[in-house]
C-alpha cells in the first residue's frame, strides 16, 4: 500500500499567484509561505509569507508582523484570487515547499494516491498553462522507493530522438554493445563524428532531466 506521492511542479506566469507577482516586482525570494486553506465551499482562507529587504511601501498589503527589514503579509484567498495555492488546498494536498523567485514558482506538494495526482495536476493545467511537471516520488510501505521524473521530449530536436531510437534498437547502451558509433551512423547515413554529436546532446538534455 503506497503511503502518497510527493510532487514537484513549476510556474512560470508571473500572473499564476499573486505573491509570485510580488517577488517579481521586488526582485526577492520568497520560500516561507504557509496557507490556511479549505475547501471551495468555505470561507476565509489565506496566504501567509514572509519578504526580506523588500520596499514596504510598494508593497499591497499591510504586515502583520514586522522584525528588521523582514515583513509578515497575511493574503486572502477571495473569489477573486486564483493560484496553484488555493487549489492545492481544494483538493486537500498539502504544500510541502514553496518557492517563488525571478517570476518562477515552484511548489513541492502532496497526494494520497495517483488517482488524485492526475486529478489535481490536470486542473493545475487547465488553470495555469505555463505549469510544467518535474518530479514524483512515491514512498511505499516497504524498503522501496520509486522515484519518477519527467523528461520533457519537446526540448530534443526531431533528429535528436532518432539518433536515441536507433541507437537504442541497436544496442549501442548495451554491455557488451550490440553495435558501435560507426554502424549505427551507417543506420542514419551520417558520419560517426555527427551521430557523437547529436547523442552528446540529446544525453545532456536527458542528465539535465533526471539528476
Same mark, same amino acid.
Given at each position: #500500500? =503506497?503511503?502518497?506521492?510527493?510532487?514537484?511542479?513549476?510556474?512560470?506566469?508571473?500572473? =499564476?499567484?499573486?505573491? /509570485?507577482?510580488?517577488?517579481?516586482?521586488?526582485?526577492?525570494?520568497?520560500?516561507?509561505?504557509?496557507?490556511?486553506?479549505?475547501?471551495?465551499?468555505?470561507?476565509?482562507?489565506?496566504?501567509?509569507?514572509?519578504?526580506?529587504?523588500?520596499?514596504?511601501?510598494?508593497?499591497?498589503?499591510?504586515?502583520?508582523? $514586522?522584525?528588521?527589514?523582514?515583513?509578515?503579509?497575511? @493574503?486572502?484567498?477571495?473569489?477573486?484570487?486564483?493560484?496553484?495555492? +488555493?487549489?492545492?488546498?481544494?483538493?486537500?494536498?498539502?504544500?510541502?515547499?514553496?518557492?517563488?523567485?525571478?517570476?518562477?514558482?515552484?511548489? @513541492?506538494?502532496?497526494?494520497?494516491?495517483?488517482?488524485?495526482?492526475?486529478?489535481?495536476?490536470? &486542473?493545475?493545467?487547465?488553470?495555469?498553462? $505555463? #505549469?510544467? @511537471? +518535474?518530479?514524483?516520488?512515491?514512498?511505499?510501505?516497504?524498503?522501496?522507493?520509486?522515484?519518477?521524473?519527467?523528461?520533457?521530449?519537446?526540448?530534443?530536436?526531431?533528429?535528436?530522438?532518432? /539518433?536515441?531510437?536507433?541507437?537504442?534498437? #541497436?544496442?549501442?547502451? *548495451?554491455?557488451?554493445?550490440?553495435?558501435?558509433?560507426? *554502424? /549505427?551512423? &551507417?543506420?542514419?547515413?551520417?558520419?560517426? $563524428?555527427?551521430? $557523437?554529436?547529436?547523442?552528446?546532446?540529446?544525453?545532456? +538534455?536527458?542528465?539535465?532531466? @533526471?539528476?
Amino acid at each position: #500500500m =503506497s503511503s502518497g506521492i510527493r510532487a514537484t511542479v513549476e510556474f512560470t506566469a508571473t500572473d =499564476s499567484c499573486p505573491v /509570485v507577482e510580488l517577488s517579481n516586482e521586488q526582485e526577492t525570494t520568497i520560500d516561507s509561505m504557509t496557507t490556511n486553506v479549505c475547501p471551495s465551499d468555505c470561507e476565509g482562507s489565506v496566504v501567509e509569507f514572509s519578504m526580506d529587504g523588500a520596499d514596504a511601501d510598494a508593497v499591497p498589503f499591510e504586515p502583520i508582523f $514586522s522584525h528588521g527589514d523582514t515583513h509578515r503579509y497575511r @493574503v486572502p484567498l477571495d473569489d477573486d484570487v486564483d493560484c496553484p495555492c +488555493k487549489t492545492l488546498g481544494e483538493y486537500g494536498c498539502p504544500i510541502a515547499r514553496y518557492v517563488a523567485e525571478d517570476g518562477r514558482l515552484t511548489v @513541492v506538494f502532496h497526494a494520497p494516491d495517483w488517482e488524485a495526482l492526475q486529478d489535481v495536476v490536470t &486542473d493545475l493545467a487547465d488553470r495555469f498553462p $505555463s #505549469m510544467t @511537471v +518535474k518530479r514524483f516520488l512515491r514512498s511505499p510501505t516497504g524498503d522501496a522507493v520509486h522515484d519518477h521524473v519527467v523528461v520533457d521530449r519537446s526540448k530534443f530536436t526531431t533528429r535528436q530522438l532518432e /539518433v536515441l531510437a536507433t541507437a537504442y534498437e #541497436m544496442g549501442y547502451f *548495451e554491455r557488451p554493445r550490440g553495435a558501435n558509433a560507426t *554502424e /549505427v551512423a &551507417d543506420v542514419l547515413d551520417i558520419c560517426p $563524428s555527427t551521430f $557523437s554529436e547529436h547523442l552528446a546532446a540529446a544525453e545532456s +538534455k536527458l542528465v539535465e532531466d @533526471v539528476l
